[in-house]
């Protein structure tokens, strides 16, 4: 079965400062990986998404992830964090093919982002 | 209305009463999700609807119904729930097509904060 682990629960950051955001996963074979960034009283919105190529993957609002198969990770970096990032963020995995027909995304417990001035 | 949207957006009942939570999804969409947010807890998916078919039932209680009209509309019926179903019950919708990409790229509304007395 495929998990997720995002090691930590909440991460205080300075604004202008970079941003590095943990995710490991267990998987039998290459998954598709996500992040979702989750704004007080909001829904989830899907970041970016991971299914092959390139292992560097460009998403929203300035983000990045780094797919790293040898450390079962996919961490979630911005260069400089802006006040508006104070947010949740979610890693989420989903069976790659041949799995199909079980489609389901695993998330994460999440990691809270507070940004200080 | 865009995206995807839910009411109530907050709701509080007793354990005797029925209500409904509702969700409209206006992107064309023809996948639909229920899922749960517990604080602490990894986001539970409850109920996959694709083409208005249930294809999935994550073991969720009978206390939970489900109920998809069209590809539009989810509903949740819920009745003599326990304190511990106090939770975000977030909608979701998808591309429910064979490519993997469309499926999993889920686009989420702001959830209906429950909280059972």
């Known amino acids: 079965a495929q998990s997720v682990t995002q090691p930590d629960i909440h991460i205080t950051v300075s604004e202008g400062a970079s941003l590095e955001l943990r995710c490991n996963y267990s998987?039998?074979?290459?998954?598709?990986l996500f992040w979702y960034v989750q704004s007080p009283g909001q829904g989830l919105q899907l970041l970016l998404k991971y299914f092959s190529g390139d292992t560097l993957v460009q998403g929203i609002k300035g983000f990045e992830a780094e797919f790293k198969r040898s450390q079962s990770s996919f961490n979630l970096r911005k260069p400089s964090v802006h006040w508006s990032d104070a947010a949740e963020y979610f890693c989420?995995?989903?069976?790659?093919?041949?799995?199909?027909?079980?489609?389901?995304?695993?998330f994460g417990t999440g990691t809270r982002l507070t940004i200080i001035p | 209305e865009t995206g995807v949207t839910q009411t109530p957006r907050h709701l509080v009942m007793g354990m005797t009463n029925k209500k409904s939570l509702k969700c409209e999804q206006h992107l064309g969409h023809n996948a639909m999700y229920w899922y749960k947010q517990s604080a602490k807890k990894p986001l539970e998916l409850m109920f996959v609807?694709?083409?208005?078919?249930?294809?999935e039932n994550n073991s969720v209680p009978s206390r939970f119904s489900p109920e998809c009209p069209n590809s539009s509309h989810l509903f949740l019926h819920l009745h003599t729930l326990q304190p511990e179903d106090s939770a975000l019950y977030l909608c979701a919708s998808s591309q429910g097509t064979l490519l993997a990409a469309e499926r999993y790229e889920q686009y989420f509304g702001p959830g209906t904060r429950l909280t059972v007395t």
């Open positions: 609807y694709n083409f208005k078919e249930q294809t």
């Open positions: 989420a995995v989903g069976p790659s093919p041949p799995n199909f027909g079980n489609e389901k995304l695993t």
């Open positions: 998987y039998g074979a290459t998954p598709y």
